[in-house]
């Protein structure tokens, strides 16, 4: 027989843990999160706030390191933008930039479609030789572009590309990553809504144009965001192909405030809030279709 009055073989012999001491613990593990979130945030803004602040000031108290200027000086602004001639670099910027997002758009969504919807001999391995790409160090490629924008390796038309528009945009028309987030994107649309434009009638110009596009504005934006900031803020190129200020961009702009007898920090600080403000708009406007372009985005393929 079995004696009742002894405790069951799946009965827990431990007490269960006190509520008060959960709440504890939980509570304990939200402020260490909110601790480093805020200790984070600061690390983070305090560059920010330097910027700013100093742009406000005269070259003296930046010799001297203050935190806030004793009077703001708005005219920094005013002498960044006219005599430093930022507004000619601030549009150079802008279409140098809008032109580059223009041809990256239209090869990465035309690739990018090629090699997630048709099927075709050899296309896993054109698109591995184009992952294998991503591998390569920027600089290792410097030299083989700049020969090949001043006509060194081909004859060009017009001559060579220094200190032209082409020299700032077509070497960056297409872009491995961007090919490869939009393929991603693309290999996941259900085959259920090719067959259906099949169907009606629609090849693949029209089941892109008027399917795919419509329902990928996530991943797009994410690659127009991607193109925006690299070509905004490129400094290297630009200052290699252009010995001139026809085409320079804003960020070569930056880089006249540093002078023989130093840095204009003031005014060096004032170029970098006009530089940064674009991006931060661009940013906020597109944040929403950004991160979901970036969770939605997976691997499949």
Known sequence: MVDRSSPLPFTRSSKSPNLSVVVRNYLFGRFLVYTALIVGAVVAMVPFFWMISTSFMTLGETINRVWLPAFPQFKNYLWAWEQARFEKYFLNTVVISGTTMAGLLFSSILAGYAFGRIKFVGRDLIFAVLLSTLMIPESVTVIPNFLMIRGSILPLPGGSWLNKLESLTIPFMANAFSIFLLRQFFAKIPDELWDAARMDGAGHLRFLVQIVLPISKAPIMTVVLFSFIGSWNAFMWPLLVTTTDVWRPIMVGLWMFVSEAGPE??????????????????????QKQFTEGIATTGLKG
Not at 265 to 286: D, N, Q, R
Request: aromatic share 14%; no cysteine; net charge neutral.
């Open 265 to 286: 920090t003031h005014y060096l600080m004032a170029g970098s809030v006009i530089t940064v403000i674009p991006v931060l708009l661009l940013y906020f406007l597109t």
